[in-house]
């Protein structure tokens, strides 16, 4: 039974724990990023046929872009070779656009440019809407504690390039918390089920 207790009380800290470990960090410089990121993969357009994903969808290889379909004003084009960039975004609200990774990831960066000050690029991932990249041209980033596949970007009339993406794949190796929880039952309900044998075997 004491073990059992012990199981319980394990249970619900791990538990508890859950909500708590979903959380998104912002980073303005790649170092930071892709030392709190770990190992990632970089996609810079290069090889990309030029295309839109203005109103629709344009799948680019590891992710496809999806453009606000309400008046196909939502998204843009890529455009390997540009001195700006190679993807153009527009987040002119209502509008913006999807990125959806094949994999679930823990982290996306890339190099943005001119971004108007003050405009606000907005990202929302998992349910949680943060502030983009505040400077015209630069590095953003950001990590997530809880695997995600898909970034909405909004904004506020926002016309804005980004090129060379960095994203880390998620760890398929570490458990989730319920996971931890449900193998710390069943070692309890082992070591319980054992004691009890060794209860009911004669000296």
Not at 19 to 24: E, F, G, H, K, N
Not at 84 to 99: Q, S
Not at 155 to 161: A, L, M, P
Request: net charge negative; proline share 5%.
């Amino acid at each position: 039974m004491k073990m059992i207790a012990l199981a319980s009380s394990a249970l619900a800290v791990v538990l508890a724990a859950t909500p708590s470990m979903a959380a998104v960090t912002t980073y303005a410089g790649q170092v930071d990023f892709e030392a709190a990121a770990g190992p990632t993969t970089l996609f810079d357009f290069n090889a990309t046929p030029d295309g839109s994903f203005e109103g629709t969808s344009y799948d680019v290889g590891p992710f496809t872009l999806t453009g606000d379909p309400t008046n196909g004003v939502g998204g843009m084009g890529v455009a390997s070779g540009e001195a700006y960039g190679d993807v153009c975004g527009l987040c002119a609200l209502p509008y913006g656009y999807v990125i959806t990774f094949d994999t679930a990831i823990t982290a996306f960066g890339a190099s943005y440019r001119n971004v108007l000050s003050g405009s606000g690029i907005r990202f929302t991932v998992n349910g949680d809407t943060f502030a983009g990249p505040a400077v015209n041209d630069g590095f953003f980033g950001f990590t997530s504690t809880t695997a995600f596949t898909t970034i909405t970007v909004s904004g506020d009339n926002e016309f804005h390039f980004f090129d060379d993406v960095r994203y880390a794949s998620a760890s398929a190796g570490v458990p989730e918390p319920s996971t931890w929880a449900m193998l710390i039952l069943g070692f309890a309900g082992v070591g319980a089920a054992l004691r009890r044998r060794a209860w009911a075997t004669p000296a």
